[in-house]
């Protein structure tokens, strides 16, 4: 079963800055498009990818604030998170995708990003 951690939230001022990173055990990770993911009433929502070759694609309410990269050698993914606002407060998931569906059925523990108004 692959492994799923995710870390580096925390609580910041409207307006900050996090990190969160997530390393994927997963021997393909190599050839995989990962995403970040956070948590809706319904279900979560993919709000950043990247795929093998590098390119990301991110949802609208995040672009041009959020930055999704990669590094394979770790396996870990990353999602540089500026101008945060308090309806970015939520739970950041990480997983493979395709398309925009997420492979794992067993999902990490998340982390909790906080931003206060």
């Not at 055990?25 to 050839?31: E, H, K, L, V, Y």
């Not at 493979?96 to 998340?110: A, L, M, Q």
Request: some cysteine; proline content about 3%.
């Amino acid at each position: 079963q692959v492994q799923l951690v995710e870390s580096g939230g925390g609580l910041v001022e409207s307006g900050g800055s996090l990190t969160l990173s997530c390393v994927v055990g997963d021997s393909m990770f190599d050839f995989a498009s990962v995403a970040w993911f956070r948590q809706t009433p319904v279900k979560r929502v993919m709000i950043a990818s990247v795929n093998r070759e590098g390119d990301t694609n991110y949802l609208d309410s995040v672009r041009g604030r959020f930055t999704i990269s990669r590094n394979n050698d770790r396996k870990t993914v990353y999602l540089q998170m500026n101008s945060l606002k308090p309806e970015d407060t939520n739970d950041y998931y990480c997983n493979r995708v395709v398309g925009d569906n997420p492979i794992y059925d067993s999902w990490g523990p998340g982390t909790r990003v906080t931003v206060s108004s």
